[in-house]
């Protein structure tokens, strides 16, 4: 089964040996369809992630997010 992937870098799905290397691409995904709405994909998560009320934007010592604590 084919593999997609999304690059980042010239905004195109790829696939097969001749890719751009993991730093500039997202996947893999399973279909072509899925490869073109990473960056859609990403933004959701990112807002999902961003308003998820066990977590907040304080960091530790550490400079790792601090997980909030039930009240």
């Not at 279909?31 to 977590?55: F, G, I, M, T």
Request: aromatic content about 10%; proline content about 10%.
């Amino acid at each position: 089964m084919a593999k997609y992937w999304f690059c980042v870098k010239h905004h195109a799905v790829e696939t097969g040996p001749d890719i751009c290397p993991p730093i500039d691409r997202l996947g893999p995904y399973d279909s072509v369809a899925e490869a073109e709405r990473a960056l859609e994909k990403a933004q959701e998560r990112n807002e999902e992630w961003d308003n998820d009320p066990e977590w907040s934007d304080e960091t530790d010592w550490a400079g790792l997010p601090k997980r909030r604590r039930p009240e």
